[in-house]
């Protein structure tokens, strides 16, 4: 999965698909583009920044952020489109113009996400973050993070079912960074085999995070190469979809860990 963010001020691409302090369709497209001929086969379209610290916007800023790039790539490239918002007001849209999967930081706990995630019938990944962004950085605590995780999933998979949203529908993430340390990420990366629940796929998204950088004393733009490993390590360990925005690079390594994963034993 490749990631589009259509944001000023995300950590690493912020700003990218902007022209003139605006976001601009024909650039996000071009890059779409390149993601698929390096193999993505989803696009996950963002329009606010999820960064540690960020500050959220309205539902209207989001909404012309992102409407008119994801109505672009569902005409236009050969992937899936993934909406990145907790806001229900952009899950409708982004149906509406057809996106196959939300992607919710939040795990459709804002008031109506439910309601429209199951009224829209799409796929849905439900991340665990603890706090909110502009603050879960702040001395984040658990008595077992991974334990946390799982219990977490159990919860918002009951709350899926209450709504109406079949568990085919869903992919879960345990959301590095989100509300955690590098002990926290470290410990749910080792445990990943044992974070799923009811036998949805796993979803996970490492790339040029914090986690990185504090393992290779690294600044944002030379992470591609530990985000690569993390992915593999991943792989290797089941997990189904990996979000990034190093397409072309975590393509190939991810191949080789799902070869040797998949390997029948002699
Ligand atoms: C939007 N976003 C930023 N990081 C992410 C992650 O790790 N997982 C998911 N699902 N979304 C993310």
């Not at 920044?49 to 989001?62: D, F, L, N, Y």
């Not at 849209?93 to 930081?105: I, Q």
């Not at 030379?222 to 190093?246: E, S």
Request: net charge neutral.
């Amino acid at each position: 999965m490749g990631v589009l963010n259509m944001t000023p001020d995300s950590f690493s691409d912020g700003g990218s698909y902007f022209v003139n302090g605006k976001p601009d369709c024909a650039t996000a497209l071009k890059h779409a583009e390149l993601m698929q001929s390096e193999g993505a086969a989803w696009i996950d379209v963002g329009g606010e920044s999820t960064r540690p610290g960020s500050e959220p916007i309205s539902v209207q800023q989001e909404l012309d952020r992102v409407i008119p790039v994801v109505e672009q790539l569902v005409q236009n490239v050969n992937c899936k489109v993934s909406i990145d918002t907790s806001s229900p007001e952009v899950m409708l849209e982004a149906a509406n113009v057809g996106a196959a999967l939300v992607n919710d930081v939040r795990a459709l706990k804002r008031s109506g996400a439910l309601q429209a995630v199951a009224k829209t019938g799409l796929k849905v990944c439900l991340m665990h973050m603890r706090g909110e962004p502009k603050t879960m950085q702040h001395k984040p605590q658990y008595g077992s993070v991974v334990d946390e995780v799982k219990t977490f999933f159990e919860q918002r998979l009951l709350a899926c079912e209450k709504a109406g949203i079949g568990q085919e529908k869903i992919i879960l993430d345990p959301g590095f960074g989100f509300g955690k340390t590098l002990q926290h990420n470290l410990q749910l990366l080792n445990q990943l085999g044992g974070l799923a629940v009811r036998n949805c796929p796993l979803l996970i998204g490492v790339s040029r995070k914090s986690m990185i950088g504090q393992l290779l004393n690294k600044p944002v733009d030379q992470r591609v190469y530990g985000g690569v490993a993390l992915a593999a390590i991943a792989v290797m360990k089941g997990i189904a979809f990996v979000r990034t925005h190093d397409v072309a690079a975590t393509v190939d390594a991810i191949k080789i860990a799902a070869a040797l994963r998949d390997i029948e034993q002699a």
